[in-house]
């Protein structure tokens, strides 16, 4: 890295055995930051709370660092150095870039990634020294992180284009495309996040990071999940972030007729005599029930009445996805009614509740959509920056 003119700066955090050089930042100031000493936690020799404690030490550190003085960060480990070093890469910013060579790479990296940009680089072989093998995966370590750190990348925050967020699943790409074609041809530019838990999950995060400015929050179906126990739930406080930032919303409840499981036999036991969509070999979809509906809809409310901006709900009363329509598997209009009709009971009068006679992949709902975000966009009192149409 420093042959390639990109200034390094090793951290250490380990904890047993000496450093084989000195490097710039100890472990036992690492430590430190965590009110521990390095050296009682390798006397005490317990991985578990050394492993903890360096982790919290290691992120109060990158929080004290100044925001433009880590331009990326790379980082080798087992499963505790993965645990330690991508705690402290979550807390850089989106787009910092972030490499972690690691033996657990291969296989569920969602709670080490989380909703930030890590790159996860398996190592193949594990790190008991360097050898022709780990010599060669290093080196392509390094490269690409000299290649990200002196790359001229344009930054994607500074344009005139207002950013907005949308929600989408296979079962709603119709509708969410064609409110995308709507409104970038307005001077709006869409991020579209897939409604698969760590999706919902990074727009959220993005909304109070204030890069998202608006949000078409058209698939829901994250709520389902984590209600009924699926797979892809984005957390108990989905749909909350942009009403506590005040940004102007317009929500429906694309996908809310099903609830995600990995193959058939993930399902649990107790779903046995369920409605089942096998939607690949990898996921199983499961109807949802008129009672889960009810209680969506009554949850859905409560979170959208607490918001602080503007707010419509637009409802499709013919279908909340491709699968939910006269003629297919999960068409169930007794269920989706119990959940329109435990929204419209419980919706607050200060939020905009449309109803329209139509499925949500219509092109007329998506039409309705974007007109009605532009109007929320368009009010004197909205607090989100107004696009600016291309030239």
């Known amino acids: 890295?420093?042959?390639?003119?990109?200034?390094?700066?090793?951290?250490?955090?380990?904890?047993?055995?000496?450093?084989?050089?000195?490097?710039?930042?100890?472990?036992?100031?690492?430590?430190?930051?965590?009110?521990?000493?390095?050296?009682?936690?390798?006397?005490?020799a317990d991985r578990g709370p050394a492993v903890e404690t360096m982790q919290r030490g290691l992120v109060q550190w990158i929080k004290q660092q100044s925001p433009d003085h880590i331009a990326g960060m790379l980082a080798i480990g087992g499963s505790a150095?993965?645990?330690?070093?991508?705690?402290?890469?979550?807390?850089?910013?989106?787009?910092?870039?972030?490499?972690?060579?690691?033996?657990?790479?291969?296989?569920?990296?969602?709670?080490?990634?989380?909703?930030?940009d890590i790159l996860m680089m398996y190592s193949v072989a594990d790190f008991?020294?360097?050898?022709?093998?780990?010599?060669?995966?290093?080196?392509?370590?390094?490269?690409?992180?000299?290649?990200?750190?002196?790359a001229e990348a344009e930054d994607t925050y500074e344009s005139d284009r207002t950013l907005l967020g949308a929600t989408m699943f296979g079962v709603t790409t119709p509708c969410v495309t064609r409110v995308k074609e709507l409104l970038e041809r307005e001077g709006y530019e869409l991020l579209i996040f897939h409604a698969t838990g760590t999706g919902g999950l990074a727009m959220e995060r993005l909304i109070r990071d204030g890069f998202?400015?608006?949000?078409?929050?058209?698939?829901?179906?994250?709520?389902?999940?984590?209600?009924?126990?699926?797979?892809?739930?984005?957390?108990?406080?989905?749909?909350?972030?942009?009403?506590?930032?005040?940004?102007p919303q317009v929500v429906s409840v694309g996908a809310l007729d099903m609830v995600n499981?990995?193959?058939?036999?993930t399902v649990p036991n107790k779903f046995f005599e369920r409605k089942f969509y096998p939607h690949n070999s990898s996921v199983t979809l499961m109807r949802t029930t008129a009672e889960e509906n009810k209680r969506m809809g009554e949850l859905l409310a409560a979170k959208l009445n607490k918001a602080m901006g503007p707010v419509v709900v637009v409802l499709p009363l013919?279908?909340?996805?491709?699968?939910?329509?006269?003629g297919q598997l999960f068409y169930d209009p007794v269920a989706d009614e119990h959940l329109?009709?435990?929204?419209?009971?419980?919706?607050?009068?200060?939020?905009?509740?449309?109803?329209l006679d139509?499925?949500?992949?219509?092109?007329?709902?998506?039409?309705?959509?974007?007109?009605?975000?532009?109007?929320?966009?368009?009010?004197?009192?909205?607090?989100?920056?107004?696009?600016?149409?291309?030239k």
């Not at 070093?85 to 979550?90: H, L, N, W």
């Not at 499981?261 to 036999?265: I, L, M, V």
Request: net charge negative; with cysteine; charged share 20%.
């Open 1 to 44: 890295l420093n042959r390639a003119g990109v200034e390094t700066l090793v951290v250490d955090v380990g904890i047993l055995g000496d450093p084989f050089f000195a490097p710039d930042v100890t472990r036992h100031e690492i430590a430190e930051y965590a009110g521990a000493s390095a050296t009682k936690l390798s006397r005490d």
């Open 81 to 116: 150095g993965t645990s330690i070093m991508t705690a402290a890469m979550r807390e850089l910013p989106i787009g910092t870039p972030k490499i972690m060579v690691s033996t657990m790479a291969s296989g569920d990296v969602r709670p080490y990634v989380g909703t930030s």
């Open 128 to 150: 008991s020294g360097l050898n022709r093998l780990t010599r060669v995966v290093l080196s392509n370590a390094a490269d690409a992180m000299i290649g990200m750190c002196l």
């Open 212 to 247: 998202i400015k608006g949000v078409l929050d058209l698939t829901t179906t994250e709520l389902a999940d984590e209600l009924v126990g699926g797979v892809l739930t984005a957390g108990p406080d989905r749909l909350e972030a942009a009403g506590f930032v005040g940004i």
């Open 261 to 265: 499981f990995g193959p058939p036999e």
């Open 318 to 326: 013919r279908g909340v996805s491709a699968i939910d329509v006269e």
């Open 340 to 355: 329109f009709e435990a929204i419209r009971r419980n919706l607050d009068s200060k939020v905009k509740l449309i109803q």
């Open 358 to 390: 139509l499925t949500i992949n219509d092109p007329r709902f998506a039409e309705r959509i974007a007109s009605e975000f532009l109007a929320l966009a368009n009010q004197p009192q909205s607090p989100m920056i107004q696009a600016v149409p291309e």
